[in-house]
């Protein structure tokens, strides 16, 4: 069989994208912050009122130094609520469900987990800007989704 000269070009061409596409994505897994999650760190969220983390959920600080927000999502609101960090610091957020499934997104950055019940979603992310972000619920979770809003207030030198 003769294939045609420029037939050949445009298969190898096509060939080698998919190598190239496929290399990119196992050398980011690698090197890059392509991560699994590192932990599973799961909890009871029928006694959650009771838990020492999460039944007053509050911004505190670690004795190693680390700004901790614990973070229950529940129908149809995020507590505590306003949150209040302070900018230009790795905040880590750590989030629950007590009841079914919902977003933690935070609006205009990249920080996103599902609040899920029985498990603890962690994520650590620094806020550049002082102000006020909106955390809004992404997964629908009741005829109130729409309205399941929060606020982090950050606070800093930079209004
Ligand atoms: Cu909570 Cu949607």
């Not at 962690?122 to 929060?150: L, R």
């Amino acid at each position: 069989m003769s294939v045609n000269v420029y037939e050949k070009v445009w298969m190898w061409g096509a060939g080698g994208l998919i190598v190239l596409f496929v290399a990119a994505i196992g050398i980011t897994a690698v090197t890059q912050a392509v991560q699994p999650p590192s932990h599973i760190e799961t909890i009871d969220p029928a006694t959650l009122a009771d838990h020492p983390e999460f039944g007053d959920p509050q911004v505190h600080t670690t004795a190693d130094g680390k700004i901790v927000v614990p973070v229950v999502a529940e129908m149809f609101q995020f507590r505590p609520d306003p949150i209040e960090v302070p900018a230009h610091t790795p905040i880590t957020f750590r989030i629950t469900s007590g009841d079914v499934v919902h977003g933690f997104e935070i609006v205009g950055t990249n920080a996103n987990a599902m609040a899920i019940p029985g498990y603890v979603s962690q994520f650590t992310v620094s806020f550049q800007k002082a102000g006020d972000y909106d955390i809004v619920c992404n997964e629908f979770c009741g005829v109130m989704h729409h309205m399941m809003v929060g606020t982090i207030t950050v606070k800093g030198e930079h209004p």
